[in-house]
């Protein structure tokens, strides 16, 4: 684990690019943990035969051969992944980003693409999900296993941090998905993300991104955390502010504030609620026209 906060490059290239990546920003026995943990939920899936709280199941899951592609808000389903979210190695470098009062979002997961069939996450924005008073908001990816071309890496679309919020809607109710050919949307210029395990991506919250299919003999595991600014506050309706016990006790790092930032930020709210509900993968399933299932087709 390096504790280190970001080069004035990485910065920049965050500011400009809408990412930056934080080459082995964990390793030896913080890795080796998170894999174990992770592995020992896994394992919980045998025998379901429906998705749970904390477990999200591939369409080809049975109870006999279990197949999980993402396990939903890990902080809650271990104590492990409730204090790496407050690890240093992270805070620090958010700091350099956001400021010092940082808070965690409720909804972190473990996306993980299974050798030869992990599923794709179609074109989004995070944004379109959970819109703020402000845009100090990102993402935090740390990779469980090396990620290349082969095993359907993080695709970003560099600047689009800076554009409009796309519609994420099929037949009037939210998708959590971009329809590429109906929006217009050229993602010709989408780069991959290439890393090895212990890895760390940042990515902001209006930032273009998805991935593929996995198609390779070897399995893809992201665990991510969202976050954002304290002041940067949730749109109402969207997250519940009932308990503010909670809702402060996911300051990571600095202190809660009662005063909201206000900035002029463009908002699309994620309503209708999605007709499936429980992951982006569910809420995806009514997207008519997907891109990756045609670009695997033509590739």
């Known amino acids: 684990m390096k504790t280190r906060e970001l080069t004035s490059s990485q910065v920049e290239h965050y500011r400009s690019e809408g990412y930056t990546v934080v080459h082995g920003a964990f390793s030896g026995k913080t890795l080796d943990e998170l894999r174990t943990v992770t592995e020992q939920i896994v394992a919980s899936a045998r025998g379901l035969s429906e998705h749970t709280d904390i477990l999200d199941l591939e369409e080809s899951h049975t109870p006999e051969s279990p197949r999980v592609r993402r396990i939903k808000r890990p902080h809650l ?38 050798a030869g069939y992990g599923s794709p996450v179609e074109w989004h924005q995070d944004w379109a999900f959970y819109p703020h008073t402000n845009q100090d908001v990102l993402a935090v990816g740390i990779l469980l296993d090396d990620m290349d071309h082969d095993n359907g890496p993080l695709m970003f679309l560099p600047r689009s941090h800076t554009g409009p919020i796309y519609d994420h809607h099929s037949n009037g109710a939210f998708c959590g998905a971009i329809d590429v050919e109906s929006s217009g949307l050229d993602v010709s210029n989408a780069i991959e993300i290439h890393a090895r395990a212990g890895s760390m991506t940042i990515h902001h919250a209006r930032l273009i991104h ?7 003999g ?65 809420n995806q399933r009514t997207l008519e026209s997907r891109y990756f299932t045609k670009f695997e087709r033509s590739n």
Do not use: C
């Open 77 to 114: 389903a271990h104590s492990f992944y409730h204090d790496l979210a407050r690890n240093e190695a992270i805070t620090s470098a958010l700091e350099s980003l956001i400021g010092r009062n940082i808070r965690m979002r409720p909804a972190g997961k473990i996306n993980m693409k299974s």
């Open 210 to 216: 998805g991935s593929a299919l996995n198609a390779s």
């Open 218 to 282: 070897r399995q893809r595991r992201i665990l991510i955390y969202e976050y954002a600014a304290a002041d940067a506050w949730p749109l109402a309706g969207i997250e519940n502010l009932a308990n503010m016990d909670d809702f402060n006790n996911r300051i990571v790092h600095g202190q809660p504030t009662l005063q909201p930032r206000m900035e002029d930020v463009p908002v699309r709210m994620p309503l209708p609620v999605a007709k499936y509900q429980g992951s982006i993968y569910e």
